[in-house]
């Protein structure tokens, strides 16, 4: 059996070292053995754990959701249905953002059609006539779900 060190594994799985000690002291992979000089030690059977860590995590999965799914593989229940839930669920919200993102995009190009006539460069002290009509208009300005009226 191949021993490696956390940063041989974190090489081979490619990750960071210091996302296999987050995801050591987060329950996600059993604490590492240690050598007598107190270097952590990692299995092929650890490195195929932290293989899949980083694909779920590039589904977009969180710890806690990957950390439910390996308590399930390791009962040994299909974590399927959970995955997939968990996709479901940051589809809903990624939807959300793109939606949010439309909106604000819709809003900044109607903002830049009108800049050429309002913005002349020569100032008379006011603020902005951009910002001040949107919040005239009633604009509402979407970023990340929170919307900020005038």
Known sequence: MRLMTVGEAAHAAGVSPKAIRLWEARGLIPKAERTNTGYRTFTDAD???LIFIRQAKTL????SEINDVIELQGAGVSPCG????AIDAHLVTINQSIADLLQLRQTLARAKDGADQECSGEGNGSACPIIERAAFDGE???C???GVSP
């Open 144 to 146: 990340g779900g929170h």
């Open 60 to 63: 977009g999965l969180t710890l």
């Open 140 to 142: 509402q300005f979407v």
């Open 82 to 85: 959970r995955v997939l839930e």
């Open 47 to 49: 490195l195929a754990t």
